[in-house]
């Protein structure tokens, strides 16, 4: 069973820094592209940034210059540097993967359960 487990949350102060984990569990073969959400109080779901296998990145225009997405192939693994994090980055993160191989074949849009992110003022 392939499971998507999100790491690093927790609260900051405004201007501070945190990184996100996102790994990728399982009898899981190959890993596409991933990236991460986030969803605020009251507020939809929303795409902050993504990675694809080959390292091509793509941001959200509030987090450029303040985000920085990476991943390890070799660990399964996705990162979220956060920096200069704002009261509006308060929110749950989600890790999702756009599609792995398995075994058994191939898996779309896997979900990790989220961390919270809270930064204060």
């Known amino acids: 069973q392939v499971h998507v487990v999100e790491s690093g949350g927790g609260q900051v102060q405004a201007g501070g820094s945190r990184r996100l984990s996102c790994v990728v569990s399982g009898a899981v073969f190959t890993v596409g592209d991933m990236g991460w959400y986030r969803q605020a109080p009251g507020k939809q779901r929303a795409l902050v940034a993504t990675?694809?296998?080959?390292?091509?990145?793509f941001y959200e225009d509030s987090v450029k210059g303040r985000f920085t997405i990476s991943r390890d192939n070799d660990k399964k693994t996705v990162y979220l540097q956060m920096s200069s994090l704002k009261p509006e980055d308060t929110a749950v993160y989600y890790c999702?993967?756009?599609?792995?191989?398995?075994?058994?074949?191939?898996?779309?849009?896997?979900w990790g359960q989220g961390t919270q992110v809270t930064v204060s003022s």
């Open positions: 990675i694809s296998s080959d390292g091509d990145t």
């Open positions: 999702n993967v756009d599609h792995l191989t398995t075994g058994r074949g191939l898996q779309f849009n896997i």
